[in-house]
């Protein structure tokens, strides 16, 4: 099942919350890749708020190299946000840093790709 | 048991430039300031003890080369890096002068980790027996061919020890110099095997050059099997894991992060990080180490601690 997404003007952010790990990662990269079609050039831009999210392994880092390459190519846009401290140093030591841009919040996230998302955001 | 580390460098053999070695002696004067040392053995103890390791030390630099040391007068060594060399002098001295029998278990035929076997003066030497183990059915061909012309100026045929050939099953156990011994198929370039000793019901896992693209479930979980309850795993951590699966993917090597990730769930006690990167200096490894401690600590729950530490050339581990 996708993941539920709210959209703003160009710009869809999808929660990502829970406990990702090899267990699940599967179910993750289903609930993503329904989302990899419209993020593209001139598509969608995609925000992963992972305020919600307690935890990821390698396997979950793994879905999220898995969606990057498949959106890249095309010019998808895709940055994460609001990451939790724990999160946030998984993603220092693995180096996954340096893969994504990474906001402090989804505002932040919205203002750095799209200023008609930032006026849809702060319409409500 | 115990796990004896001749060479844990990844692809290629690496030494320490002049200026590397006088940055380490600046940073020890530096923090040997005011101190005074009686002589050479209370200067050494101070900088075993109160030095960085990247500073008093170094990670070393031959390539893949451990000796698991078992009660008995045989030998076992995993794979023939460069640091088979100086196993050979140091099996021969403990031998003083009497013949050896030798167990060398074999990750796979990439040219770092065979590329000590022609300077493994026990194989010169008649009445040494050599038993080498390995997954490949073409294991004699590689080390006959790294020694044939003009690659090298002694043919394999020169050598008077007994050398001898085993393709061995994986997934079936073997009793081999007191230990037992079990291979498992890894996916590396040409494939490549890690190898599992048990000894009075102690295990240790020698797992190198083995990529885990982490795609499958079940091929996760066959490695969690394979590492099961092991006091020691040592275990290919050349690439950071952002690396591993994305421009080095398919390159055929893992990470810190799936390290600890599978050591936790197989409940292993000691994770051993291998094959390092030659590009890395000592600064970087020692930087490596205390990530992957850090994260096991924030990815350890309920779980015991899981002990870490960077190989070195001359790392003792008991098991």
Redo the contacts between chains.
Sequence with gaps: MPLPATRYADVLVLPVSGHID??V??TFLADLMPYAESCRSGGDALVLDMAGLE?I???G??VL?QFS?KVRPAGGRVVIASMQK?VR??F?????T??FPIYENTPAALAALSPAAVRAHAAG | MKLRFWGTRGSLPVALTAADVRVKLARALVAAQGRNFADEAHAMAWLQADLPFAVGGTYGGHSSCVQVVCPGEEFIVCDAGSGLRPFGGHAMAARAGKPGVYHLFMSHLHWDHIMGFPFFTPAYIPGNIINIYGGHADLEHAFRRQQAVPSFPVDFDLLRADIRFHTLEPGRDYDIAGCRVRCKLQMHAGDSYGWRFEHAGRAAVYSTDSEHK?EH?DT?LSFVEFFRDAKVVVFDAMY????A??VKEDWGHS?N??GV?LAQLAGVEHLVLFHHEPVFGDERLATIEA??R??EE??RNERPALKISAAWDGLEIDV
């Design positions: 090899h267990l990662s599967d935890y392994s390698s396997a880092l793994r190299m390459k724990m140093e998984v220092d030591i693995t180096k996954f340096a893969l | 982490l479930l996760t950071s894991l952002a690396d699966i994305s990470s992060v799936i990730e990530e992957t850090r994260f924030i990815t």
